[in-house]
């Protein structure tokens, strides 16, 4: 299956003026995806594709626990004498 953003799957967006056609374009060319921009000006804005392939593109955060914090499994103990292990 193609990536989204790429040749054989680019994002397809229906917007309703010239200033978000430009951001579209403008986010996809730094991101180096294929997309494809339609006006409709009689209907409702989708740039779904646009935002799917933002949040993919987003790094994973984890948050770091210290040795001596409370375990996040909620037992009431420092994580390094429960979970660590």
Same mark, same amino acid.
């Given at each position: 299956m193609a990536k989204l953003g790429s040749e054989k799957k680019p994002i397809i967006v229906?917007?309703?003026s010239e200033e978000r056609a430009?951001?579209? @374009? +403008?986010?996809?060319a730094a991101h180096g995806w294929h997309y494809i921009i339609g006006f409709e000006f009689d209907k409702p +804005?989708?740039?779904s594709d646009? +935002? #799917? @392939?933002l #949040?993919?593109?987003? &790094?994973?955060?984890? +948050? $770091?626990?210290?040795?001596?914090? &409370?375990?996040p499994c909620g037992s009431g #103990? $420092?994580?390094k $004498?429960?979970?660590e292990k």
């Open positions: 229906h917007v309703q430009k951001y579209v @374009a +403008e986010t996809s +804005e989708d740039i646009l +935002e #799917k @392939a #949040k993919r593109s987003e &790094p994973i955060r984890s +948050e $770091k626990i210290g040795r001596n914090d &409370p375990c #103990k $420092k994580y $004498k429960c979970c």
